[in-house]
């Protein structure tokens, strides 16, 4: 009687995983299909050699222009630029929480990196909008602009920093205790087992870390609408005005765009190709993992 009810227990358990598994596939098939439905009108309406080459992204005035490359010239430059800020702190310091951090330190200092993965990105926006800008980039760049790429990818820079740091610390942790005590046999410094052993021994998980964070930096939307501004356009200045494609997203999904035209749709449009790009860079991040995978005993 035990045996069965254990049985039964354990059946009940396997079906509701199994349950959260298709749960999680149908909501991701279910964005795909409106994704791609309501998009599809757009793509009708407008060629997609035009929209994907086009120069222009004025869909909202007349003459309308679709050309969605100033958009992916705003959220590379952000993106870039979170990356150029939280990849180098985001990876010392899950070399120091590893390799240096006593333990009591680093069952402090972790939790407390990750909160700030939990602060509100709206925060985040004001915060590069009231202090950033004013006190850091214009005092160096007085030509900075109020709305501008370099304070949005200042702070969504910091908003990865727990991602690369949580999970480089991880992945370094992973590496087996025998090399370090081996080069450390060699006359090897602390430095050098951190940078020539135990880095290149965790490079997948490391790398795969920074694509994740990468994929972060793509999708943010509140931080980088608030500071980068809503002007479209295709620069190279991280100091001028941008729009990314998360951005233009929150602009036309306040309410005031009708349903069925093609405005509405291009929001659609807009998040299928944002869509594809992230789904692009996490395919990227699977590869690497599988390439510099190392395995040990």
């Not at 969605?68 to 800020?85: E, F, I, S």
């Not at 046999?185 to 880095?199: I, K």
């Not at 005031?256 to 869509?275: C, H, K, M, N, W």
């Amino acid at each position: 009687m035990t045996r069965a009810l254990q049985k039964i227990r354990e059946g009940g358990i396997r079906g509701f995983l199994i349950a959260c598994a298709l749960l999680s596939v149908l909501t991701t098939a279910g964005i795909i299909w409106v994704l791609v439905s309501e998009s599809a009108p757009f793509f009708a309406a407008v060629p997609l050699r035009e929209y994907a080459l086009g120069l222009k992204w004025e869909p909202l005035l007349d003459p309308r222009k679709f050309g969605l490359l100033p958009l992916v010239c705003g959220t590379v430059l952000v993106a870039g630029g979170a990356l150029l800020v939280g990849v180098p702190i985001g990876l010392a310091t899950a070399i120091f929480m590893s390799e240096y951090a006593p333990g009591w330190l680093r069952q402090i200092a972790k939790p407390v990196l990750e909160i700030l993965a939990g602060i509100p990105s709206v925060v985040y926006g004001y915060f590069a909008l009231l202090f950033v800008t004013p006190f850091i980039l214009r005092p160096l760049i007085p030509s900075t602009e109020v709305f501008n790429a370099a304070s949005a990818a200042i702070v969504v820079g910091v908003m990865i920093i727990p991602t690369i740091a949580s999970l480089g610390d991880d992945a370094l942790r992973a590496v087996p205790r025998t090399l370090r005590e081996a080069a450390y046999a060699l006359a090897a410094t602390r430095l050098e087992v951190s940078t020539r052993v135990v880095l290149p021994g965790a490079l997948s998980g490391v790398v795969a870390a920074c694509l994740l964070a990468l994929a972060r930096a793509i999708g943010e939307t509140m931080a980088v609408a608030l500071a980068a501004g809503m002007r479209p356009r295709l620069t190279g200045n991280p100091f001028e005005s941008v729009q990314t494609m998360t951005g233009y997203i929150v602009q036309v999904s306040m309410g005031d765009t009708p349903r069925g035209t093609i405005e509405y749709q291009t929001i659609f449009a807009v998040g299928l190709s944002l869509f594809l790009i992230t789904l692009i860079v996490n395919l990227v991040a699977q590869r690497v993992l599988r390439r510099f995978r190392e395995a040990y005993e």
